[in-house]
């Protein structure tokens, strides 16, 4: 029997699709670490930005922080079947983990890579990026900002998927 308009309705009963807000080392140190880099936002400032955007396109966020690379891709893979996309700062992490971007290569829903700075302006070991090429989009030096654009980016991805394909 085909659904009612009512049964196929979200309601506060059906859980919302999630989006993945995953952020790498030293940035649970948001506000307190280099803010003349990072700026004085904290991290849970930026997820709470993240969670805003997110509910008033009717998704909700899954924010994780690891300092750890096996925690970071434990994430990617928990999510692998329960997101929808994923808004990754992988931190240092960026740098130096072609894991992660193993990880990420398996996680079949758009990626955006967020960094509060911009790392091509900073030293030479930061201009590489193993996220980059898994990624639909890349958002940097924006500030905390950023997160926001990036949820935003995210959004317009998965409702513009089917017209892309
Ligand atoms: C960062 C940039 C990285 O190079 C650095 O290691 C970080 C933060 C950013 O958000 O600007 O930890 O990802």
Do not use: F, W
């Not at 919302?16 to 991290?43: A, M, S």
């Not at 990880?103 to 967020?114: F, G, M, N």
């Not at 900002?145 to 017209?163: C, S």
């Amino acid at each position: 029997m085909p659904a009612t308009t009512a049964e196929a309705a979200p309601g506060p009963m059906t859980p919302r699709p999630e989006i993945l807000v995953l952020n790498g080392p030293n940035l649970n140190l948001l506000g307190e670490r280099e803010p003349e880099i990072y700026g004085r936002t904290t991290l849970a400032d930026i997820e709470a930005m993240c969670a805003d955007t997110a509910a008033e396109a009717g998704l909700d966020v899954r924010c994780i922080q690891s300092n750890h690379e096996g925690g970071l891709i434990d994430a990617v893979h928990a999510a692998r079947r329960s997101t929808v996309g994923a808004i990754i700062n992988a931190g240092a992490y960026t740098h130096t983990s072609l894991a992660l971007h193993d990880a990420l290569k398996s996680y079949d829903h758009p990626i955006i890579e967020v960094h509060l700075s911009n790392p091509h302006a900073r030293e030479a070991v930061r201009h590489h990026s193993y996220l980059s090429p898994v990624a639909a989009a890349v958002i940097a030096g924006a500030g905390a900002r950023g997160y926001v654009h990036a949820v935003e980016i995210l959004i317009d991805h998965l409702t513009n998927a089917k017209a892309r394909l």
